[in-house]
């Protein structure tokens, strides 16, 4: 697997981030070179999941990996569910943030190794993180690595119909870390025509101000009882254990 991209090398070394999810609030934003701000919602992320996050884990099936779990609300209430959840992040405070909210996550980007690849059920890419590397095409083939044959992808949107490729830095207004880093802003539209031809449209739906799209990863065909609804299983991926080493560090058994 390739060395992380620049965007995970920036959200990882991110002081602004850090000290944010630390403290549980913003203001922290994604700042365009023409100095337009994309606020950030850490105070949701920080906070535990709502209604409309839990109408997303009841679509979720088996073991669940939620890319960029930030500070881990969402892995934390599957835990609370008993289901079988990682969450990964470069960012260290939010990796910790999970940890103690009683989730399993690991430090890492999603283009690094990782565990269970090729067989984990459903893929999170919450809270814009569809657009993590800038290429939303290349994010969307490694996530088909990770999935099972049919398994189910479940990408939150942008609320508009947008298709922007940018260069950003994370900033509080205050301090601003690094060189800028590649990001994408996709809305549903946007992000089925770079599924066209590979992925399966599950499905779509809005909630509380917020947009998602469900997809079918490339296989093997699914049996008739499986799709994006309420899971009635939570199934266990042997070599997705995740354990708490001496340091509080989590690693993944392999």
């Not at 960029?68 to 990796?95: N, T």
């Not at 996550?105 to 059920?121: H, M, N, T």
């Not at 509080?172 to 994408?184: I, K, N, S, V």
């Not at 799209?213 to 254990?241: D, H, T, Y």
Request: net charge positive; hydrophobic share 40%.
């Amino acid at each position: 697997m390739s060395a992380p991209p620049a965007t995970a090398l920036a959200w990882a070394a991110a002081d602004p981030y850090d000290a944010a999810v630390r403290a549980g609030h913003g203001p922290l934003y994604l700042r365009r070179a023409d100095g337009w701000l994309l606020p950030l919602e850490v105070e949701r992320w920080c906070a535990r999941a709502d209604r409309v996050d839990r109408d997303v884990l009841d679509r979720c099936e088996g073991a669940v990996l939620d890319v960029g779990c930030g500070p881990g609300r969402l892995v934390a209430e599957l835990a609370v569910r008993g289901r079988a959840a990682l969450g990964i992040d470069v960012s260290e405070a939010a990796v910790e943030h999970t940890v103690r909210l009683g989730g399993q996550a690991l430090r890492r980007s999603v283009f690094e190794q990782l565990p269970g690849e090729g067989r984990w059920d459903t893929v999170l890419l919450m809270d814009g993180n569809i657009g993590i590397g800038g290429d939303p095409g290349a994010l969307l083939e490694r996530v088909a690595g990770l999935l099972r044959p049919g398994g189910l992808l479940i990408a939150e949107t942008a609320p508009a119909d947008v298709d922007e490729r940018v260069h950003v830095h994370i900033t509080d207004t205050r301090t601003t870390d690094g060189d800028p880093f590649p990001w994408a802003r996709l809305g549903t539209r946007a992000l089925l025509r770079y599924a066209r031809g590979r992925w399966e449209r599950e499905g779509q739906w809005s909630a509380g101000g917020r947009r998602f799209a469900a997809l079918r990863s490339p296989g093997r065909s699914r049996s008739a009882s499986s799709s994006a609804e309420p899971a009635k299983r939570a199934a266990v991926i042997s070599s997705q254990r995740v354990r708490n080493t001496s340091g509080g560090r989590p690693v993944a058994d392999r």
